[in-house]
């Protein structure tokens, strides 16, 4: 152990900072590695700075050590750098956990906590000085845009201030983080010392000069930096006085000082009295103090402590009073000739930038009140038409426009007659001659949703009747009809909404589809598309994979696989439908096809359960409305058999239809057996053989009416196969599709058939991936293309998606039967148990009692040599 403790660190160190630095570095965990040799009995620790640093603590005899570290500041300084007050620390922090490990007990370990707390209370970094910056601002001549420049030089400090005789330097120590040496009492050490808010802002605004100059020009970098002075350009000047914002400064301008002095970016107010004398004008400026120009454009001004910086129209007027603006200054005189021309040009002019003081006799001729803001809006065609108008007192003139010139002056306020213009041209009116327009709906939509509100706060509006008719309404209600075509195979939907002509609907569909705000009908008005009904019908479209082309036609024809779904979604949301009567029974014989009465072919040579029959009923239902579906009822329960009186049921309507079952190798046989057990009037042939037998069986075989077939030999034969039209295709064991990318998949999916079944007791095994594949066999298309199906409703459901998995059950839940032995338990037929044993042959015995005693003389050997624990998997071999 080291005889090693916080004091005793800070006493090794070279001085007070290298220790802060040192502490704050292994707070900041700047260690990268630390390993302790205890053949050398050292530490080697590597510490991260702006190169990696290797320190090696070396210990010596009674709990001395020695210390060395490979950066320059070990070597060139006495005592320890800032890397080893690094590493001693971690050593220190080591040392005394390996020595006192907290206890298990809870009231030692209350006390291991107070000893812990006390022991670190020390580590806190030292606070250090926060320090400020004065500016002072040098103006000797006026700026112009050529080589007059303002300088700028500053002094900082936290007691004392010392002038910063290089701001380069200072500022170069900065960004490289070193410590900052100004004189005696000023010691700014990097991370530990800290700038005053206000300060802080000047100095990022000198390192952004610093970091720009040092990549570009050395030079210009030069230029900018003149030891103690910073040299600003009049964009640098306009933000520097930005940066300042309410920080004071000194100002010298000139050959005059000002302190105190802070920076404003408005305009001053300058005071002017007007006075007739011999039927003439006197102007005189009464302000009390100077305003002096920095600038030669007049976009700084000093005046009383304060440098303005005033707006463009300000400077606009301002500059022919440009050296008449100071307590000195002579009045100016506007003779009797020029009188008129002062009235009526310059006084409303500088009226609007200057306060005027005007006496009662000039008064009368002018009109002073304050800007009204008048607005007409009208409609013409599918443009909104707007009228700005003026008003002063009882005087209203567009504003395209002057008033008429009588016995009076306006004195006009044209920074308010401006606001108003920017005002009408921000809401989307585009001038036109002596009017504004605004033809973009975007913009009509806005205006009616909020812009008009806003303007009639600003302006006095008013509408014309046509402009009164223009609104944003809201769609009405859902009305719907719905109906099964005649031959029973599409259902046709008429979809409408109050308010929304056939013509709109469809334009108003494709508006919400790409998502936009609104939509403007045909009669001009506009509707909302932040509405329940247009996302509802939406929602329903969506559902049906409708086209935007297939709205051309009044009336939408879907598959009727979708009728469920869309009795399900119209109750739920409250719409009412009118139904023909065939719709009406396709709902109820899908729903409860317990119900209908499909007699039962004589010829079945079974006792069939009453679920089995209500499952033949649901195939025949299905097939009736050319639907699909999968049978996943549970192993045992005789889903064979239900297929087969099904397909018996067939050939007794159709003599001459053909059906297919395809399912794995091993049950191709076990399909004929119960086809001649069960329906011994139907006729099965397994198609198997080489290639050429198969060919000639599939295209020669006209009578049989049960075609059986294995999964591999279907994706071989598919090609022989495409040509030929069966009543029904029967997958058996439908998990072997479950992969959409597969040969089985893909070859089974080629087949032609008017009804398709899946019978699988797993219909879904890891993924709804394999749902999606068995429903796109049985029928197409029906939970849309896999990319959708994975978008909105798989990846959804993964993510616990109630709202989806609830949908997506609603689709599916018509085309799955599936029915669990303890929901039927009832209708089985009890147990039977029958034990048969099987005697092995004589040369079976002794094959066996050779091989066993092989095995027994290496397990004996094994556990001999190995111990029985070692010889586990060598007995688990031979009982296997």
Aim: with cysteine.
């Amino acid at each position: 152990m080291l005889q090693l403790s916080r004091l005793g660190i800070r006493n090794l160190a070279t001085d007070d900072i290298v220790y802060s630095k040192g502490l704050k570095d292994y707070k900041d965990n700047k260690i990268v590695s630390a390993t302790w040799s205890k053949g050398k009995k050292q530490y080697r620790v590597v510490i991260k700075d702006r190169f990696k640093y290797q320190v090696v603590i070396q210990t010596l005899e009674d709990g001395e050590f020695s210390h060395y570290c490979n950066c320059p500041d070990h070597i060139d300084e006495e005592g320890a750098c800032k890397h080893v007050v690094t590493a001693l620390f971690f050593v220190l922090s080591y040392e005394e956990k390996t020595l006192l490990e907290e206890p298990d007990n809870p009231e030692d370990r209350a006390i291991f906590q107070v000893i812990e707390y006390f022991s670190n209370r020390d580590l806190t970094i030292p606070k250090g000085e926060t320090f400020s910056i004065s500016v002072t601002l040098s103006i000797p001549k006026l700026i112009d845009d050529s080589s007059k420049r303002a300088y700028v030089s500053f002094h900082s400090g936290s007691n004392k201030l010392y002038k910063i005789q290089s701001i380069k330097k200072f500022i170069n120590n900065y960004y490289d983080k070193k410590t900052i040496n100004l004189g005696k009492d000023f010691q700014f050490v990097y991370g530990i010392s800290k700038f005053d808010k206000e300060s802080q802002r000047i100095i990022n605004f000198l390192l952004e000069l610093y970091e720009t100059q040092k990549v570009s020009n050395v030079k210009y970098h030069n230029d900018i930096f003149d030891r103690g002075n910073l040299i600003l350009s009049p964009n640098l000047l306009f933000r520097f006085l930005e940066i300042l914002g309410d920080l004071q400064f000194n100002l010298e301008l000139y050959d005059e000082t000002y302190d105190e002095v802070n920076y404003s970016k408005s305009n001053p107010d300058i005071i002017y009295n007007i006075s007739t004398i011999d039927n003439g004008i006197k102007m005189d400026y009464s302000g009390g103090h100077s305003v002096i120009p920095l600038m030669q454009t007049g976009e700084l001004l000093y005046m009383n402590h304060r440098i303005y910086r005033p707006n463009k129209r300000f400077i606009k007027n301002y500059a022919p009073f440009y050296n008449n603006l100071g307590a000195s200054r002579e009045p100016l005189y506007f003779k009797e000739s020029n009188k008129d021309k002062f009235l009526e040009v310059i006084l409303p002019v500088i009226n609007e930038t200057f306060k005027i003081t005007i006496p009662d006799e000039i008064k009368d001729r002018f009109i002073t009140d304050d800007l009204e803001a008048i607005v007409y809006l009208d409609i013409e065609g599918s443009k909104v038409i707007a009228t700005l108008n003026f008003c002063y007192g009882n005087i209203e003139f567009n504003s395209f426009e002057s008033p008429d010139k009588k016995d009076y002056i306006i004195l006009r306020q044209a920074l308010e007659e401006d606001y108003y213009v920017e005002l009408i041209e921000s809401y989307g009116f585009q001038p036109d001659k002596s009017r504004y327009i605004m033809e973009n709906n975007n913009k009509i939509y806005k205006l009616l949703s909020s812009n008009l509100q806003a303007l009639t706060e600003e302006c006095e509006v008013y509408y014309s009747d046509s402009f009164k008719t223009l609104k944003i309404t809201s769609p009405g209600s859902i009305k719907a009809g719905i109906s099964v075509s005649s031959d029973l195979n599409l259902l046709e939907l008429d979809l409408r909404i109050d308010e929304v002509s056939q013509e709109d609907l469809k334009d108003l569909l494709n508006a919400y589809r790409i998502k936009k705000k609104y939509y403007r009908l045909k009669d001009g008005n506009f509707i909302d598309m932040d509405n329940p009904q247009i996302k509802d019908v939406w929602n329903i479209l969506s559902g049906l994979d409708i086209s935007h082309k297939e709205l051309d036609n009044p009336i939408i024809q879907v598959e009727n696989s979708h009728a469920i779904y869309l009795e399900n979604i119209f109750n739920s949301k409250g719409i009412k439908i009118e139904k023909n009567q065939a719709f009406i029974d396709l709902i109820e014989s899908v729903l409860n096809p317990e119900e209908k009465d499909y007699p039962l072919p004589s010829s079945i040579n079974a006792e069939l359960r009453n679920y089995q029959i209500t499952g033949y009923k649901w195939l025949r239902t299905l097939a009736n409305y050319n639907l699909g579906g999968i049978l996943a009822d549970d192993m045992g329960l005789g889903k064979t058999i239900q297929s087969l009186v099904y397909i018996q049921s067939q050939i007794d309507i159709n003599k001459e239809e053909k059906f297919l079952v395809v399912c794995p190798s091993s049950l191709v046989y076990n399909w004929q057996d119960e086809v001649e057990t069960f329906a011994p009037k139907l006729t099965s042939k397994i198609i198997i053989g080489t290639p050429e037998e198969r060919k000639n069986i599939i295209q020669s075989d006209k009578d049989t009416d049960i075609w059986i077939t294995s999964y591999p030999l279907i994706r071989r034969d598919i090609d022989l196969y495409k040509e030929i039209l069966f009543n029904t295709v029967f997958m058996d064991e439908a998990q072997y599709i479950k992969n959409p990318n597969s040969l089985n998949s893909k070859s089974v999916k080629m087949l032609n058939s008017k009804y398709r079944f899946a019978l699988t007791g797993t219909p879904i095994e890891n993924s709804l991936t394999e749902l999606w594949s068995i429903f796109d066999f049985i029928m197409p298309n029906y939970l849309f293309k896999h990319s959708r199906f994975s978008k909105e409703f798989e990846k959804p459901v993964i993510r616990g998606d109630k709202s989806a998995l609830a949908q997506l059950n609603s689709k599916i839940q018509p085309f799955i039967l599936r029915r669990l032995k303890k929901d039927v338990l009832k209708e089985l037929p009890d147990k039977i148990e029958e034990k048969k044993v099987a005697d092995m042959t004589e040369e079976q015995k002794k094959l066996y009692l050779s091989y066993l005693a092989n095995i027994k003389s290496d397990i004996d050997s094994e556990i001999e040599d190995k111990g029985f624990e070692k010889s586990r998997i060598k007995i688990l071999a031979a009982l296997t």
